[in-house]
């Protein structure tokens, strides 16, 4: 059975502060997919980030970037110079590999307040 | 054209009522989703439609009834719900198995009276 563990229910910061969601996940898979989604209150689930368990690469795109660690079964997410605009939940998910299914094991979400 | 376009956005409908909801997509995914989600919850599973075919029920109350018509469209017929059924109704797609990862709608508000 897959897991995903988002620890922090609900992050505070100030704008400008940098802040880090943290993601533990469980799988016996050796091939395995994790993502990031980010939920704004308008309730779209927006894509952020794909990676699967054969890239460790850590990756920035702007002001975000993904911290994956397979030695901690970690992929945590770090938004660099917060602003009120990523006020949003946060969700950390993983899928199987290909020929895996077509289910997405979600996280219970970081919820990120992000004020002036 | 990468959306998922999901109608209405609000519904309120009462326990006796007949509604559907509707998503379309016009990227090619082969793989169609309904989620449910509650206040401070991720979302859960009901649905999957791959290839056109229901793949997957997630022991969803027979209230809820999806159809297929084809390859773009997913719906979701409602018949006497019951208020705990209020919940944010997420259509989501991918290209093909959930490694991919889903494009999803922007959600049909739904609240039973």
């Known amino acids: 059975a897959q897991k995903v563990t988002q620890a922090q229910t609900e992050i505070s910061v100030v704008e400008k502060e940098d802040v880090t969601l943290d993601c533990v996940y469980e799988t016996r898979d050796t091939t395995y997919y994790l993502f990031w989604y980010k939920q704004p209150p308008s309730g779209e689930l927006v894509f952020l980030i794909r990676r699967n368990s054969f890239d460790e690469q850590n990756e920035i795109s702007g002001r975000y970037s993904w911290n994956f660690q397979k030695s901690t079964s970690s992929f945590n997410f770090t938004i660099t110079a917060s602003q009120v605009v990523d006020s949003a939940v946060y969700f950390c998910?993983?899928?199987?590999?290909?020929?895996?299914?077509?289910?997405?094991?979600f996280g219970t979400g970081t919820q990120l307040k992000v004020e002036l | 054209d990468t959306e998922v376009t999901q109608t209405p956005k609000h519904l309120v409908m009462g326990m006796t009522n007949k509604k559907s909801l509707k998503c379309e997509q016009h990227m090619g995914h082969r793989a169609m989703y309904w989620y449910k989600q509650k206040a401070k919850k991720p979302p859960e599973l009901m649905f999957v439609y791959s290839y056109e075919k229901l793949s997957i029920n997630e022991s969803v109350p027979s209230r809820f009834s999806p159809e297929c018509p084809n390859s773009s469209l997913l719906n979701l017929h409602l018949h006497a719900l019951q208020p705990e059924d209020s919940a944010l109704y997420l259509c989501?797609?991918?290209?093909?198995?959930?490694?991919?990862?889903?494009?999803f709608g922007s959600g049909t508000r739904l609240t039973v009276v």
């Open positions: 998910a993983l899928s199987r590999g290909p020929g895996g299914g077509n289910k997405l094991t």
């Open positions: 989501a797609s991918s290209q093909g198995t959930a490694y991919y990862g889903y494009t």
